[in-house]
Antibody, heavy 120, light 108 residues
Framework: EVQLEESGGGLVKPGDSLRLSCAGS????????LNWVRQAPGKGLEWVAS????????YYGAPVMGRFAVSRDNANNILYLQMSDLRTDDTATYFC?????????????WGRGTLVAVSS | EIVLTQSPGTLSLSPGERATLSCRAS???????VAWFQQTAGQPPMLLIY???RRATGIPDRFSGSGSGTDFTLTISKLEPEDFAVYYC?????????FGQGTKVEVK
């Protein structure tokens, strides 16, 4: 069974840094692209970042470009999101999601999310 | 960046009725790489439709997707009680992946 589990969320102050992790299991981790999506309280889904299976390609949404960095450790089946210079509007639940087996397949598998709260 | 605009914002319907949700893109979406997700409170999104019209594994056939280019539609043929939720479209072609703002389907 495919499982994704996020961790690392918490309460931080504006300007702080935080690293989120997403542990994958039940699939060949190193053959799938992975993604981060966030959802502010009571709001919609917002794409944050994507990384290809071998880390050759990384993409970011405009609100986080230059502040967030996505990476992965295929040896240990972990996806990371390093967040810097956090702002109050980065407050959200952060989900990781796995690409499908081919480019058109969509994101069927998601974690349950980890909450990041940025407040002074 | 491609902007997706969903309409209506809220759809008030009764169980058994047909729901039609729209998603319009600011530019053409290559290969019609549009997905639809359902989300209920406190849960991660659930993939319903991918590649504009293909149902994901285990999704009932009352859910169908259609469209191409810039205009896409999710149809729920006969609403069941568990279908009252928020629905998001997403485009995932190219280097940018964006979501629409969501349509809430509520009980009338």
């Amino acid at each position: 069974e495919v499982q994704l589990e996020e961790s690392g969320g918490g309460l931080v102050k504006p300007g702080d840094s935080l690293r989120l992790s997403c542990a994958g299991s039940g699939f060949s981790f190193n053959t799938y692209g992975l993604n981060w999506v966030r959802q502010a309280p009571g709001k919609g889904l917002e794409w944050v970042a994507s990384i290809s299976s071998s880390s050759s390609f990384v993409y970011y949404g405009a609100p986080v470009m230059g502040r967030f960095a996505v990476s992965r450790d295929n040896a240990n089946n972990i996806l990371y999101l390093q967040m810097s210079d956090l702002r109050t509007d980065d407050t959200a639940t952060y989900f990781c999601a796995r690409d499908g087996p081919n480019v058109s397949s969509g994101w069927r598998h998601w974690g349950r999310g980890t909450l990041v709260a940025v407040s002074s | 960046e491609i902007v997706l605009t969903q309409s209506p914002g809220t759809l008030s319907l009764s169980p058994g009725e047909r729901a039609t949700l729209s998603c319009r893109a600011s530019q053409n979406i290559d290969d019609d790489l549009v997905a639809w997700f359902q989300q209920t409170a406190g849960q991660p999104p659930m993939l319903l439709i991918y590649a504009a019209s293909r149902r994901a594994t285990g999704i009932p056939d009352r859910f169908s997707g259609s469209g191409s280019g810039t205009d896409f539609t999710l149809t729920i043929s006969k609403l069941e009680p568990e279908d009252f939720a928020v629905y998001y479209c997403q485009q995932y072609g190219g280097s940018s992946r964006t979501f629409g703002q969501g349509t809430k389907v509520e009980v009338k």
